[in-house]
């Protein structure tokens, strides 16, 4: 049999994480559970993961620190922040502290398991110092989860950098309208077919217009 996927679980409420944690064994993955930072960084020390669910708001260290600097130690595991956080100077911060999606609170244990499942199949592992060319003079770096132009820091929007991360783990194939709904939007959200059109506008702006080739009626895909 292959050997299970390790998760690790950063949740400060106790019945949350075990519920959580009861799901995703159910579901195939073995779970350690952490309940405060401090707990959790000694276990992030001790043991690999292949990925890491982290709560934000949790006592002692809080997860955007905690991922910071366990990517700084070169822990290149995918990471999803759960978090009632909302503003997007939140999310931003979750992003540059090298996250690779978030999750609000509450959140359906289905949708969950969907975006674990999405990461794994990804296989994007953070690498200290890496940058993946995207364009002509236009890098992205894994690590802090920015955009270069030009060697300049490109600012985008939350939603935006998950659209440039899932076209950069899917080069070449044709992303349907549908995945990339799944993708962006919180189950508790409702997809936009005209805000996607500005997310693929805004990166087109950056990264050139012929690197992101329209599918009329069905998708984008991303030429590598």
Not at 144 to 151: D, E, I, P
Request: proline share 4%; aromatic share 10%; no cysteine.
């Amino acid at each position: 049999m292959p050997a299970k996927n390790r998760l690790f679980l950063l949740e400060d409420d106790t019945n949350l994480a075990e519920t959580v944690g009861d799901f995703l064994e159910e579901e195939g993955f073995d779970v350690d559970i952490a309940y405060e930072g401090e707990e959790a960084e000694d276990m992030l020390y001790e043991k690999h993961y292949d990925l890491l669910l982290l709560d934000v708001n949790v006592p002692g260290k809080n997860g955007f620190s905690l991922l910071k600097e366990a990517r700084e130690r070169g822990v290149d595991s995918p990471a999803i922040f759960i978090t009632s956080l909302n503003s997007i100077e939140n999310l931003e911060e979750g992003y540059k502290s090298g996250a690779d999606d978030y999750i609000r609170k509450p959140f359906a244990l289905k949708e969950l398991l969907l975006r674990i499942s999405t990461l794994l199949k990804r296989n994007f592992t953070h690498k200290e110092g890496e940058r993946v060319k995207v364009a002509p003079r236009v890098e992205f770096d894994s690590v802090g989860s920015t955009l270069y132009k030009n060697g300049a820091p490109v600012m985008l929007q939350p939603k935006e950098m998950a659209l440039l991360k899932l076209f950069l783990s899917h080069q070449g194939e044709v992303l349907t309208h549908e995945t990339i709904y799944d993708h962006l939007w919180n189950f508790d959200e409702t997809p936009s077919e005209s805000a996607l059109r500005t997310y693929i506008k805004n990166l087109r702006k950056v990264i050139g217009k012929d690197k992101i080739v329209s599918i009329k009626r069905y998708g984008y895909k991303y030429l590598p």
